[in-house]
């Protein structure tokens, strides 16, 4: 059973920080690129940050110059620091990564369960 444990979600003011962090777990023989979604109410969910097994990495334009997405030496966490919040990046946010399983050729991507985001006075 593959899990993507995501946490360090909350409820925060404008301009402040938050870290997310997202564990990857179980029959997993490689983690490719690892991603941060999020989906505000009544919006589709969006890409915000990827990172590559090589540390390349691609931002959404919102957030660009404030989140951060890195990964752990075991390249099996990834983490997004979300800096300068605004109540626009209020949403559930994610944790995506392209795995390839025990038994399996197939590269796939899959989900964590997400973690909410609340940016508000």
């Known amino acids: 059973q593959v899990q993507l444990a995501e946490s360090g979600g909350g409820l925060v003011q404008p301009g402040r920080s938050l870290t997310l962090s997202c564990v990857a777990s179980g029959n997993i023989i490689y983690i490719y690129t690892m991603r941060w979604y999020r989906q505000a109410p009544g919006k589709q969910r969006e890409l915000v940050a990827s990172i590559s097994r090589g540390g390349i990495t691609v931002y959404a334009d919102s957030v660009k110059g404030r989140f951060t997405i890195s990964r752990d030496s075991d390249n099996n966490t990834v983490f997004l620091q979300l800096n300068n919040l605004k109540p626009g990046d209020t949403a559930v946010y994610y944790c995506?990564?392209?795995?390839?399983?025990?038994?399996?050729?197939?590269?796939?991507?899959?989900w964590g369960q997400g973690t909410q985001v609340t940016v508000s006075t």
């Open positions: 995506n990564a392209d795995l390839r399983l025990e038994n399996l050729e197939i590269v796939r991507d899959y």
